[in-house]
């Protein structure tokens, strides 16, 4: 059995809000899309077996926003397994440093809330109650493709569940324009700086970190972490900054780079040098230096110079510059299309 429940979304809602007021915070104002989206995405992960925020045909929280007729600047997402109450899930957002920063994040006016509960949840992820929460700065788009709901039931409250997993949190951390510090904790999170900048902490769990534009200082914390560089369009050095990498972990995390930004890349494309000198005349595209741990985008190659390109991140390990860089390898590079 599969069950919705509109009093539990609306309760989110309030409590959402009752928080946000208790910080000098307007209320965010329920929107029909985001909740569309909220509740296609907890449904979908319930019927399709995870727990993430990309689901499992690769869509982004923002690409489900969209795809209902939802976009703004700034964007965030939580999500949350495991909890039975209304109470229960809010309290444990409040409790989590990113979720936490998604709800008290004055740049949001507009929510959508899923819940979703699947008793016969047999599958290798089953928390039977799923959670949703989708934060937006307000909607740019003035079409609306939300679908024409037919008449049904009124939804029956949930079942009281068996029992289930501990609760898990995962965080999309998404930042603005602005300078921010951006924490997950003990999920496997998501953390885009977008402009200004950021300073973006991954904490314990598999996280994923893309600064964005501006200068940023990132740090994946614990488990095996990946460092985004990638701007969704041809490389362009505004886009991109000087990221520190604070704490890479040679062998367990990885530089991710993105052949949309970078070009035609590949494995034979990375480059490890002795010293900053040879970066500009190496025939690769990527290079990294291990005399500084500069990682460097060689748009020229051999030719001489940058080009377009420059240095995109400095790479340390124990987040103190006057000890080495980290030894790196063409194996800490992994290339995504």
Do not use: C
């Not at 077996?49 to 689901?55: V, W």
């Not at 949930?158 to 510090?181: F, Y």
């Not at 530089?255 to 005349?281: K, N």
């Not at 990527?286 to 990682?295: A, C, D, F, H, Q």
Request: glycine residues 12%.
């Amino acid at each position: 059995m599969a069950t919705t429940n509109t009093a539990f979304t609306t309760r989110v809602l309030e409590l959402t809000n009752q928080f946000r007021a208790e910080n000098g915070l307007p209320g965010l104002k329920l929107n029909a899309e985001l909740n569309a989206a909220a509740q296609g995405h907890s449904e979908d992960m319930a019927n399709q077996d995870y727990f993430s925020h990309t689901g499992k045909n690769g869509s982004r929280p923002w690409d489900r926003a969209k795809a209902v007729g939802y976009e703004a600047q700034s964007m965030g997402e939580n999500i949350a397994a495991g909890y039975t109450t209304p109470e229960a899930v809010v309290e444990g957002w409040k409790n989590s440093p990113g979720h936490r920063a998604n709800m008290l994040n004055s740049t949001y006016k507009e929510l959508g809330v899923g819940y979703f509960y699947l008793a016969n949840d047999s599958g290798s992820i089953n928390y039977n109650s799923y959670w949703t929460q989708k934060f937006g700065s307000g909607d740019l788009n003035p079409a609306s493709f939300l679908p024409t709901a037919s008449p049904t039931p009124s939804p029956a409250p949930a079942p009281a569940p068996a029992p289930a997993p501990s609760p898990n949190l995962d965080d999309e951390l998404i930042g603005t324009a602005d300078g921010e510090l951006l924490a997950g904790e003990s999920g496997n999170d998501r953390i885009f700086g977008n402009g200004g900048n950021d300073t973006l902490n991954g904490g314990s769990g598999d996280d994923l970190l893309n600064g964005g534009a501006g200068n940023d200082l990132l740090s994946g914390g614990t488990s095996k972490d990946a460092f985004v560089f990638d701007s969704g369009k041809a490389f362009a050095a505004e886009d991109f900054g000087l990221d520190r990498i604070l704490d890479f972990e040679r062998g367990v995390d990885k530089i991710v780079l993105d052949r949309t930004s970078f070009g035609r890349i590949s494995p034979t494309s990375i480059g490890i040098v002795s010293r900053d000198s040879l970066a500009s005349t190496s025939s690769k595209r990527i290079v990294y230096s291990r005399s500084s741990g500069r990682l460097f985008f060689n748009a020229n190659r051999s030719a001489g110079g940058f080009g377009d390109g420059g240095v995109l991140a400095v790479i340390d390990s124990d987040n103190n510059a006057a000890t080495a860089a980290p030894a790196l390898t063409a194996a800490a590079f992994q290339i995504v299309a």
